[in-house]
């Protein structure tokens, strides 16, 4: 689906994501939407980032709204970035750095130097908080004038 690129196919994929049976499809399907790109997707990924679905599917959700970089995912990242899953904590940290908006700045700060949590590939959360930050300052777009 991802090398095909087929907006028709998105549809399906959040089909899959929001009730598939098995957690590992659902997660699968979070990361080939965020591989597409789409706009389209967004909403669908924002609820299943704020659901209680389990950490697997919430954390490629995360990620993959980064790669989808809308705007209007910040607000439920910042919120995601007090999960009590360290998966989803970084990779909310990594979409908010990815979309580069700078009212986001605050929560991955406060992460960067409380959330010493360390992912089983070595990753840091306040690692990514850090790292987040200086995407956001490098890529920010600075707020039009009154």
Known sequence: LVALGNEA?????IKMMSSGI???????????????????????LIDVLGSDDVPEVRTHAAEALGHIADRRAVDSLIKSLADSSDEVRYWSCFALGE????????EPERLASTDHAVL???????????????????????????
Request: aromatic content about 2%.
């Open 99 to 106: 979309i580069g908006d700078l009212k986001a700045i605050p």
């Open 120 to 146: 089983s590939t070595g990753e840091s959360v306040s690692r990514e908080g850090q790292n987040a930050i200086k995407r956001i300052r490098e890529t920010a777009l600075p707020s039009p004038d009154p």
């Open 22 to 44: 098995n957690p590992h499809n659902r997660a699968a399907a979070a990361y080939v939407l965020g591989m597409l790109g789409s706009k389209s997707s967004t909403s669908s």
């Open 9 to 13: 196919s998105i549809p399906r994929v």
